[in-house]
């Protein structure tokens, strides 16, 4: 696998690190490849219960799509939008730690996440229409699922620039911290979220998703339902709230 995309997992929690900061970690088809890789690889780690998503060095956390490769036959819209689908996609709860500035696909994939945390100092720009692009369809239904249209509107048809206070304020981070806090505050969430019931928390992820989506399976949201009223995860939550102490869940 390249270097230029780190995977570390220790305990439940596993961590992605988009590694090319000379290039503002920008994604060409090496990169996706090995993210597509490593998506495959958290499924299939039942270990797993939380992925963080972040970027070396302290200026950008990803300038989106690999420019220079774009539109060439090993990077297209297509497989940048399909690999931010499949994050979207993992079962998992998901921690976008923007470690400096986004820009373009950059964007998408932290709105791809459930969670963001980003930094002071930092910026946002799709810079599409300012150099001739139409984002792509699957990739506009995803900032209009996260940030709704008018918000949208503004990122992707003028362009404009958000500075890190107005990037929490519309929704875009649920948290603004300075620089040297955003490790300690991304591991934080990033255990809480590993601490909780991941039959429950797996089943609402995937029932908001299709909530928000407008393609409820009603039919899968009852059996989700039902799966995590009889699990042994909620025997053992309700004993530990009984007994005050903190739940050990199994996942089953």
């Given at each position: 696998m390249t270097d230029t995309v780190r995977f570390v997992s220790y305990g439940h929690i596993a961590t992605l690190t988009l590694n090319q900061p000379e290039r503002h970690n920008a994604l060409g088809a090496e990169q996706l490849a090995a993210i597509a890789t490593i998506l495959d690889e958290v499924r299939a780690d039942?270990?797993?219960r939380v992925l963080v998503v972040t970027g070396?060095?302290?200026k950008t956390f990803c300038a989106g799509a690999a420019l220079d490769e774009l539109g060439g036959d090993e990077l297209t819209q297509n497989n940048f939008q399909g690999t931010t689908a499949r994050v979207a996609a993992l079962p998992i709860p998901t921690v976008c730690a923007l470690n400096g500035n986004v820009f373009g696909g950059g964007v998408e994939l932290a709105?791809?996440?459930d969670f963001r945390i980003g930094v002071e100092g930092s910026r946002m720009q799709v810079p599409a229409a300012a150099i001739g692009l139409c984002y792509p369809l699957e990739g506009i239904r995803r900032f209009l699922e996260v940030l709704g249209p008018q918000?949208?509107?503004r990122l992707l048809v003028g362009a404009e620039?958000?500075?890190g206070e107005d990037m929490h304020r519309i929704g875009f981070l649920d948290k603004l911290v300075a620089p040297t806090e955003l490790e300690p505050e991304s591991r934080?969430?990033?255990t809480h979220l590993a601490s909780l019931a991941p039959l429950a928390v797996q089943a609402m992820k995937q029932v908001l998703r299709q909530?928000?989506?407008d393609?409820?399976?009603e039919g899968r949201a009852r059996e989700l339902t039902e799966q995590c009223l009889r699990s042994a995860d909620l025997q053992e939550g309700l004993r530990a709230k009984g007994e005050k102490r903190a739940p050990r869940f199994n996942g089953r």
């Open positions: 039942d270990s797993v070396a060095g302290g709105l791809a996440c918000v949208a509107r620039t958000f500075h934080a969430l990033a909530a928000t989506t393609q409820v399976d």
